[in-house]
């Protein structure tokens, strides 16, 4: 029996998410080789990707093109600050290798196409990093396909982070200036919350829009087609000062008939015991369907618990492997990952419509 290919793969920043990297390693095809970077990029950066390498003990260059010749990578995984994740994307496209990359898609209309056109001319892979291979997701859509509830009619997800994002909005005293949102971001990084690190604000909707509108793309098949959406900044005084929401409501229009509905926010560590309620709500011809994302878990309760550890776990979760092994596949077959670049795209530019339709107050075609 011959021994599949292992895939040598090159971090092009680990700034942001590093668990985009750590989760393509569990998988035993994908071998981290080195990380790079830029060299003109901030020091606090240089700081960070160095950490990512001592970890992992591989080495840091401050030269991407030259890392990835030098390290024979065959893919490129891409977590910077969210604006560049279409420009190293591109030039990890222009020197042969295929692309893992973190969400968002793109901070640009214009940016997001001009990603896909390179995709697609190159002909090398795209895996956009998402939750679509979460133990309750996956059953959900065997149930789904197996008939359990008849012809898909609405779906609706909630997906509400239960993180905060700073002080509560407000909490800033009369006088005192806003908050600075990139410096923010880059000081969140300890405790995970710097999702939006980028130069400017970027919203709930736009930083994590990719996790419910991939289910939902997922379990029903369709396209969204129309939007209707209304935002706030709720619950943070960041977001608040920034002028980025914290909580959105989407109505959409999808094909074969189908009415979706999104509900997403970022609401505050004190609201739920682990990482925040999230629920997908499926309605058909023969019944219906919620699923509670976070199953199966279990609860753990000790004294002297830090307040801030979750009670709630997740177990028996293989999102990570399973979405390496949907790149594998689409390199070994030539076929596509899990969210490749053009189902990507159309989820960004779902959240992109939504926050168009804030701003004018009407529907928007997607």
Known sequence: MTTPNTFRCAVLSAIKHDYVARGVAVHPRFELVVVC??????????????????AHKIPYVRDVERAMREFNVQVAIVSPDVDRHVELSIRALHAGKHIVQDKPMS??????????????????????????????????????????????????????????????????????????WQAHQIAAHSDGSD??????????????????????????????????????????????????EDLASLS????????????????????????????????????????????????????????????????????????ADSLAHAIDTNGESSINARAAFEIYATTEASLKSCRIGQPVEV
């Open 107 to 180: 901070t640009s209309h214009k940016d997001a196409v001009r990603l896909v056109e390179e995709v697609e001319k190159t002909r090398l892979k795209f895996l956009m990093w998402n939750r679509n291979f979460l133990p309750s997701v996956l059953h959900a859509r065997e149930q789904i396909a197996a008939g359990a509830i008849g012809k898909i009619c609405a779906i609706h997800v909630d997906f509400y982070f239960a993180k905060d994002a700073g002080p509560p909005k407000g909490s800033r005293l009369p006088g005192y200036p806003p908050m600075n």
């Open 195 to 244: 999702g939006g690190l980028a130069r400017d604000p970027m919203g709930e909707l736009a930083i994590e829009g990719i996790y419910p509108l991939g289910y939902m793309r997922l379990l029903t098949g369709a396209r969204v087609q129309r939007v209707f959406a209304r935002t706030a900044p709720f619950f943070n005084q960041l977001n608040a000062d920034n002028g980025a």
């Open 37 to 54: 970077d830029d060299p003109q990029i901030p020091e606090w950066a240089h700081e960070r990707n160095q950490q990512f390498a001592d």
């Open 252 to 323: 959409l229009e999808m094909e074969h008939g189908l009415i979706g509905s999104l509900a997403i926010g970022r609401i505050g560590a004190a609201s739920h015991p682990s990482g925040g309620d999230m629920k997908i709500h499926v309605q058909g011809t023969e019944g219906a369907l919620v699923i509670s994302e976070a199953r199966p878990e279990v609860g753990v309760y000790y004294r002297n618990q830090p307040p801030k550890e979750h009670r709630q776990r997740r177990v028996a979760a293989d999102n990570d492997f399973l979405q």
